[in-house]
């Protein structure tokens, strides 16, 4: 019922930026967080950046001052705004969204989703 659509993906020079995006759809209720986690070749996946429904962001120390974590109410969408990248930035993005939506039964149902992933990838 739901899902999420990524984009934005692709190689890039060293110093260079890329923007991914994030569209939610489906019978949601209500949307109480969205992010972006990378997961590099060997290395467990981490929390690049997020935002709340209220506008909160937290970032991982490695992108702060480089990437920036935006979205848009209206289309459920989510952006990942990154700049100066670097090697070390390479990795399958995926998006994430905490989203409630409404049973049948009217009881509310909280659950992660996650996108299909797309790959970052920065050249030196």
């Known amino acids: 019922q739901v899902q999420l659509v990524e984009s934005g993906g692709g190689l890039v020079q060293a110093g260079g930026s890329l923007r991914l995006s994030c569209a939610a759809s489906g019978s949601i209720l209500r949307i109480n967080a969205m992010g972006w986690y990378r997961q590099a070749p060997g290395k467990q996946r981490e929390l690049v950046a997020a935002i709340t429904t209220g506008g909160a962001t937290n970032y991982t120390d490695s992108v702060k001052g480089r990437f920036t974590i935006f979205k848009v109410n209206a289309a459920n969408t989510v952006y990942l705004q990154m700049n100066s990248l670097k090697p070390e930035d390479t990795a399958v993005h995926y998006c994430?969204?905490?989203?409630?939506?409404?049973?049948?039964?009217?009881?509310?149902?909280?659950?992660?989703?996650w996108g299909q992933g797309t790959q970052v990838t920065v050249s030196s």
């Open positions: 994430n969204a905490d989203i409630s939506t409404r049973q049948p039964s009217g009881a509310v149902f909280r659950k992660d989703y």
